[in-house]
């Protein structure tokens, strides 16, 4: 989030990235404790939303790494837009079921939806 376009200072960089391996650590924390008393559904549906946004994460902590090493402008242009997609995996976990009730009712949802569409 500190990104501007230009290559951050090395210390100030190892910093952040700390700081967001601890929330994502905490995250993860959080997720784990959400699953208590979860049915089967439930717990992979969370897990799955847990797994996109770490995913998104790291990649973007990746490309950051990877960044003081390139000078291509193509790879300038990627740091937003993994950026995107973390805020994106973020957005999608808001939307995750938060009951065991509501997780099978979204499960039958999209197989309903597949069966529908194929027949």
């Known amino acids: 989030m500190l990104w501007s376009g230009e290559a951050p200072d090395i210390m100030a960089l190892e910093e952040n990235m700390g700081a967001y391996c601890n ?15 979860a049915g089967p559904t439930l717990h992979a549906s969370i897990s799955a939303s847990a797994k996109q946004v770490v995913d998104c994460s790291i990649a ?4 950051a790494v990877c960044y003081h090493e390139s000078h291509d402008h193509v790879k300038r242009l990627s740091n ?17 079921a938060t009951t065991n009730c509501t997780a099978v009712l979204r499960a039958m949802t999209q197989v309903a939806v597949s069966v529908k569409d194929i027949l």
């Not at 937003?80 to 995750?96: H, I, R, S």
């Open 23 to 37: 929330i994502l650590h905490g995250f993860l924390s959080f997720c784990h404790g959400s699953k208590v008393g």
């Open 80 to 96: 937003p837009q993994l950026a995107g997609t973390v805020w994106e995996a973020c957005d999608a976990l808001k939307k995750t």
């Open 60 to 63: 973007l902590l990746r490309e």
